[in-house]
T-cell receptor, first 116, second 115 residues
Framework: AQTVTQSQPEMSVQEAETVTLSCTYDTSESDYYLFWYKQPPSRQMILVIRQEAYKQQNATENRFSVNFQKAAKSFSLKISDSQLGDAAMYFCAYRSAEGGSEKLVFGKGTKLTVNP | NAGVTQTPKFQVLKTGQSMTLQCAQDMNHEYMSWYRQDPGMGLRLIHYSVGAGITDQGEVPNGYNVSRSTTEDFPLRLLSAAPSQTSVYFC??????????????FGEGSWLTVV
């Protein structure tokens, strides 16, 4: 079974600075998808960024980018120019690419605090 | 733009009571699933469905029952509520990844407390 590990329960960053959240995963599959979700205090699950394992290029979405290292099974999230609204729980998630497998496996999350 | 709608948002139950959490999506998605989120944990899969009439168990299925009679609806039933089922519940849906770009849509969550 696949597992996802987020080793940083809490992180903090100064407004306008850059922060990197770590995620590692374990799988024997070669094709899969990885995601970062943001969960603010409202508990809504917001997709931040996704990466297809077959793509070598790292995904970027505005101030958010990932460092995807397939061999090392590492998938870190970099937030540039941090804003107060970025404060939230961040979850890393794995999804198999096998047909009919629509379930996500989540890490335990990293609580990000943004200091003004 | 309704997306994924969960009801109720908040519920308090007594131990032993039964209830149903409702989930509906208006995007004609084949895939629907239920997750629970406990303090200090990520979301864990309870049950999922790949289409009407087809359901399967996830990681933590005990104490829950599901059915999928229509594409739109995927209710989660708690058969005899226990304090260990106090949690936040999320319903999610997605379409065939070949067409959807792998986006999974989540409802806003249902807070359940069992006393």
């Amino acid at each position: 079974a696949q597992t996802v590990t987020q080793s940083q329960p809490e992180m903090s960053v100064q407004e306008a600075e850059t922060v990197t959240l770590s995620c590692t995963y374990d799988t024997s599959e070669s094709d899969y998808y990885l995601f970062w979700y943001k969960q603010p205090p409202s508990r809504q699950m917001i997709l931040v960024i996704r990466q297809e394992a077959y793509k070598q290029q790292n995904a970027t979405e505005n101030r958010f980018s990932v460092n995807f290292q397939k061999a090392a099974k590492s998938f870190s999230l970099k937030i540039s120019d941090s804003q107060l609204g970025d404060a939230a729980m961040y979850f890393c998630a794995y999804r198999s690419a096998e047909g009919g497998s629509e379930k996500l496996v989540f890490g335990k999350g990293t609580k990000l605090t943004v200091n003004p | 733009n309704a997306g994924v709608t969960q009801t109720p948002k908040f519920q308090v139950l007594k131990t032993g009571q039964s209830m149903t959490l409702q989930c509906a999506q208006d995007m004609n998605h084949e895939y629907m699933s239920w997750y629970r989120q406990d303090p200090g944990m990520g979301l864990r899969l309870i049950h999922y469905s790949v289409g009407a009439g087809i359901t399967d168990q996830g990681e933590v299925p005990n104490g829950y029952n599901v059915s999928r009679s229509t594409t739109e609806d995927f209710p989660l039933r708690l058969l005899s509520a226990a304090p260990s089922q106090t949690s936040v519940y999320f319903c999610a849906s997605s379409s065939d990844r070949r067409y959807s770009g792998n986006t999974i849509y989540f409802g806003e969550g249902s807070w359940l407390t069992v006393v």
